[in-house]
Every structure is written in C-alpha cells, then in structure tokens.
C-alpha cells in the first residue's frame, strides 16, 4: 500500500497503467491547468462550484468532452448584458448583443462634448462639456469589496480614488441658517451626543444596563469620541475646523459653539451616519476617463461586430429547439437567449412567455434617479473653498452636490449639481432642461453664493425615467418571493440577468453577480444537454 501511494505517474505510465492521476498530470503538461481543471470537472473530481467561487466557462470544457457550444442571443448591451457575453465567450460561444440604443452601457452613462442625450418627452440636449471633462450620469463609485474591481483588473481598466466622504465639503439642512461645513456638522453632534450620555451615564440613568467597569469605560470612550474631556462638557474643540488655519501662528478657531438644541434641530442624521454604510464606505474607486469605460471594455473583448446597436426587439419566442427574436432590423435566432433589459421593459414585449414570467417582470417597480452636470469655467470649489472632490449633504430636493475627484489643479471642471431619487427625481423629470438647471442653480447658490451660476458655463441633465428603452434609475422589488426567485430560472430558453435580479440592485456589481450566474447555470445546461 505504501508503495502504490508513493507511485508516479511516470512510474503507473511505465507499467503501461492508466490512471486518473496520469490522465491529469498528461493533461496538465500538454494543456495547461485550464484543460487539467475541466478534466477534473468531467472525472467528478474537482471541488463544487459554489464552494470555490465562480469559474468561468473554457473552451476545454467542450473539446473534452466532444462537444460543441451553443448560439446565444442577448437582448441588451448594459453591464449585464455585455459580462454574460464576456463570460461565455471564453468557452465559444457565439453571442450576439442587440441594443435598442444608440450606444452601449445601459445606465452606466458617461457623458461628453459632443454627445446628444435624447428623452422621452422629445427634448434632446447636446453636451458641449470642454476636452477632458465628463460626467458621470450613471453610476460613479464602486466600494473596493465590489466584483466590478476584479473585472477592471481583468480588463486593463485604471481606476483611481472616489471622495466618497470629504468633511471639508459642506452640510445643509433646512434647520441650518447657513451651511456649515461636514467636519464641523459632526464635531458638534458627536460632542453633544457624548456630554448628554456622559451626564446620563454619571446620574446613573445606565446604572441597570451597565456595571461599574462599563460605566467607567464608556466614560472614557465618550470622552475622546465627542472630544469633551474629563469635564464631560463639549465646549468645541479643533475639530471643527478654523476661521484662520494655523501656521506660524496658532490659527484662529471657530466660534461660537452653537447650541444643543440648534445642533438637534440641524436634522444631521443621515449626513452622519452616511460613510458608515458598507456601500459608502472609503476608499472607492473609479475608472480613469469615466464610467463607462468598463463598459467598452467589455464590448472590445467581446467584439464589437458580434453587437449591433439601434436595433429594438419586438418579439420573443420560445421554441422546442431555440429562440427566435424578431427585431428593428429582421430576426434572430439562437439556441439560447439572455434577456438583459429592464424587467419593466421586457413585460412589454410580446411572445410566448409563461403569464407568470411575465407578472414576475411586472412585479418590480423602476425607481426614477436625476442628476446634472455642471461645467464650471474655472475649479472654485478647489481655489476658493479647499474642496478637494466629496460630497456636500443637504435635504433640498437636489440632494446632494458632487465635486469632482479627477483633474484636480485642472482649469475647468464638472461639478454634480444634483443627484436626487424618489418624488424629488420625479419633480425634475417633468420639468425641460433650462427648467432643471435654474432650480438646481438656485439652491447650489444658498450653499456656494453668487459663483455657483456667475462661473456656470454649460450643463446636462438625465432624469432616468425619461430615458428610452430604460425608463428608470434601478427597480425595488415589494419583496424578494415568489417573482425574484421565478426569474432566476429560465423560462424555457430564455434566461434573465441584472442588477435586479440580486441584493445589489443599482450597482454595476449587482449585474455582473447575476451575469455570472446565469452563465453557470446556462454552461452547465448546455454541457448537459448537448
């Protein structure tokens, strides 16, 4: 027994033995540890797929096996659409992508000089953005935890920092009688909030829930959490920041303190709590030049000829041997299709669907989202108020202000003047462009003052419902049932992918969680099949 476990290959080939062992050993010399793997996998023996993680379909997982791959049609060239074509094109495939717009990338949008944005309502605005200058109308971050870095890895894509979280940046909310900037916002509430449970805490108030260990340690947490000393008295401190900033001098503090009550009043839960959430938190990251970058990436190593763009479908159906897929430009058929739309978008379309597929579609709701890029003829928000990207919290209806983390030092610059959701996004999808950019420039102005439209030299805006063939920032599904889990099987030969079809939905991560998931599950059918 010793002897036989201790045997080589070249020892078993010698005795004119063929075992598993030396079929992998062969296998792995002359093919690689791609083609020794997929031998593993057709012997039974390498590790489950979920255990190991994903792994993506090879062409050796058919030439071992004496097989061929199928014909896939996929309907859209968004993230979703383009990974899925990605992924199974590494074992063969032959993917075709057909996109209703003019332009690949879905919602992951970037926006420059010369690019025309049409809307539902008929109004088509044309960017005159400066050379270098881009805006994001999509998404714009990604958290470092996120699968969308792999793939930029994977695709040669260069990334650089996000300022998802600047304190220099400002807070403004309606309690507020002027802005103040973030840094100062929550030196105040975490002062205060520590001197009221500090006193709590000495009064006794805590004295069921906490032992006298606790007491004490919680003292000294409160203490240097909200910066109050041993007197347990927030007075203000350093870190609200400087009228003056020290140098040879001291520097000159700010003052006075406001009050708790005008501190309470400022409403800062969300703007605190903000860089906590595990998708917000820093450090992130985007693509150098732009989101969409990650998009034509893909479309490169798919290539560009297997996508045709401007080509809406009109029909799906599903037949015993395939898909056929009527189109603006004729028809297609396939072996497989991967529906990759908006589900919204995709219940309209007319075939042969089972009615439950489609109440399934029907069942998430799409979310509007706006936001407008501002092109400012020169970076005052660096010069003039040492701002260095991040972003400016407020409960106005533009939500939030972006300052750009790319072109620092530059001459001009882009600054998100808003980027609202829900009833606020609504109010400004009905409204035409010019409309959009006065509200948003007015309300930037009680923050920033006259520059904000005196330096304004061109805009763009995107209200997501208003798009064609998208109609919609992201989807909330009412709950995660019956609908979510029916479309994550296909229906007959027709698979569906998205953001929408996971717990990651409006992030790019999402859609390629899901592509690769329906990659594994169609892979695995067709080696199955035949």
Not at 227 to 240: H, L, P, V
Not at 357 to 379: D, H, M, N, Q
Request: glycine share 12%; net charge neutral; proline share 5%.
């Amino acid at each position: 027994m010793r002897e036989a476990a201790c045997m080589t290959a070249e020892d078993e080939n010698k005795k004119g033995v063929v075992t598993r062992r030396a079929l992998l050993v062969g296998l792995g010399v002359a093919g690689g540890a791609g083609a020794m793997y997929a031998a593993m996998g057709v012997l039974g023996l390498a590790p489950d797929n979920q255990a190991r993680g994903y792994a993506p379909p090879q062409r050796s997982d058919f030439s071992l096996r004496g097989r061929a791959a199928a014909k896939v049609v996929i309907l859209g060239a968004g993230v979703a659409g383009l990974a899925t074509a990605y992924e199974l094109g590494k074992a063969g495939y032959d993917c075709t992508v057909l996109e209703a717009r003019d332009r690949i990338g879905g919602r992951s949008l970037t926006i420059r000089g010369g690019d025309r944005l049409p809307e539902m309502s008929g109004e088509t605005q044309q960017a005159a953005y400066g050379d270098g200058v881009y805006f994001n109308a999509g998404p714009a971050r990604i958290a470092q935890w996120m699968v969308t870095l792999d793939y930029c890895r994977e695709l040669g894509v260069p990334i650089e920092l996000f300022v998802n979280d600047n304190p220099g940046a400002y807070t403004y909310n309606s309690g507020m009688t002027a802005p103040v900037r973030t840094r100062t916002a929550r030196a105040d509430a975490f002062g205060y909030v520590s001197e009221l449970l500090a006193k709590a805490t000495n009064e006794g108030a805590l004295d069921k829930s906490l032992t006298e260990g606790d007491r004490e340690r919680l003292l000294d947490f409160l203490s240097g959490f909200g910066d109050i000393g041993e007197a347990y008295t927030y007075q203000g401190s350093t870190r609200r920041g400087y009228q003056t900033d020290p140098g040879i001098a001291s520097g000159t503090r700010l003052g006075p303190v406001p009050s708790v009550s005008e501190v309470l009043g400022y409403g800062l839960g969300r703007t605190v709590a903000f860089p906590f959430d595990y998708e917000q938190a820093m450090p992130m990251f985007q693509p150098v030049g732009g989101m969409d970058a990650i998009a034509h990436a893909l479309a490169d190593a798919v290539g560009r000829d297997r996508i045709t763009t401007s080509t809406q479908v009109t029909k799906i159906t599903n037949k015993p041997d395939g898909v056929e897929v009527v189109h603006s430009g004729g028809s297609t058929t396939a072996d497989y299709c991967v529906a990759a739309l908006p589900p919204h978008v995709l219940a309209r379309i007319p075939g042969n669907l089972d009615a439950q597929v489609v109440s399934a579609l029907r069942t998430p709701v799409p979310l509007a989202a706006g936001k407008i890029g501002l092109e400012y003829r020169r970076r005052w928000w660096e010069t003039d108020e040492r701002i260095y990207g991040g972003i400016t919290e407020t409960d106005l209806d533009i939500t939030h202000i972006w300052y750009p983390s790319y072109g620092f030092h530059g001459t001009r610059g882009l600054v998100v003047g808003y980027y609202n959701t829900g009833p606020e996004a609504d109010s400004y999808a009905r409204l035409k462009h010019a409309e959009r950019q006065r509200r948003a420039v007015e309300q930037g102005m009680l923050i920033h003052g006259e520059k904000y439209r005196s330096e304004l030299l061109t805009s763009v805006s995107v209200a997501w419902r208003m798009q064609p063939h998208i109609e919609g920032a992201w989807v909330g599904w009412p709950s995660y049932e019956v609908g979510f889990r029916l479309l994550q099987e296909p229906a007959g030969r027709v698979y569906f992918t998205g953001d929408w079809l996971t717990h990651l939905v409006a992030w790019q991560a999402g859609a390629f969680d899901s592509a690769r998931r329906v990659v594994t599950k169609l892979h695995e059918r067709v080696l199955k099949e035949g």
